[in-house]
Each structure stands twice: as C-alpha cells, then as structure tokens.
C-alpha cells in the first residue's frame, strides 16, 4: 500500500470514531402510523383513530382502540411518531361511508351510479 493511501485511510479511520465523552441519546417512536384517513386502515377497522388520536396515543394519553373499544395506554411516551397516511383516497372511504356522495347537480343516472357505489361501498365495509 502507498504512503498516500495508508494516510487517507488513517485520516477516515480517525474522523469516523466516535468522540471520547461525546453525548448519545437512544430515541424511540414510530415511523409509519396510518389514522382512518388512509384507505387501508380504514378497510382494517380503524374507523376513529385520526391524527390527532394517534399523537395523543404516542404522548401517553388514553385512548380508545378503534377494533376492541377498549381503553389502551402506552407506560412510556413515544420520542417521535410520524403519521404515514397515503395521499391517494386520504379520507374518501370514511367521508362516503359516514356523509354519502354528494349528489348536487347530478343527473338522474349519474345519481343512481353513485347511489349503487355507496350503497356496494357500504355493505362491503359492513361485510369485511
């Protein structure tokens, strides 16, 4: 090995060691929570759990868990917590299943297709 080389591999082996009595912290959280806006969820019975549910959650709070209705709570309060709903359908299955499609300036078939929709979108839900 060259002179050149054992120096730049010295240079890298000293800059990548950790400096003596340097301050670490171990973090912990979550980095992929869907709330009921993403479809998926919403297909896997989190009908409840917005955002807002899911940051009080990872806080400690108590909340309610969206399958078993039961009260849950975390011991210790989550570091970080980022909410990962998807952009496509965000919120469209949940706002048709609980306010329907709105009809306003439909014609008479295109209303009736989108009646069929609902009503297969949600006896589906009731079914799944």
């Known amino acids: 090995m060259n002179l050149f080389a ?7 082996a000293v800059a990548a060691s950790p400096v003596v009595g340097q301050d670490r912290a171990l973090y912990w959280g979550d980095t992929h929570v869907h709330s009921s806006n993403s479809f998926d969820a919403y297909l896997g019975f ?3 759990v917005d955002p807002a549910t899911a ?3 990872a806080q400690g ?10 009260r849950v709570q975390i011991d210790t309060p989550l570091d970080f917590l ?3 709903d998807h952009a496509e359908l965000m919120g469209a299955l949940q706002t048709i299943a609980e306010t329907g499609i709105p009809r306003d300036g439909l ?4 209303s009736l297709k989108s009646w ?8 589906a839900l009731e079914e799944f």
């Open 6 to 12: 054992s120096r730049a591999l010295l240079v890298l």
């Open 107 to 110: 014609g008479f078939l295109d």
């Open 116 to 123: 069929l929709i609902e009503y297969r979108l949600r006896k």
């Open 61 to 70: 709070e108590p909340v309610i868990h969206p399958y078993y209705q039961a």
């Open 82 to 84: 980022v909410i990962a």
């Open 55 to 57: 940051y009080r959650y």
């Open 46 to 48: 989190n009908r409840s």
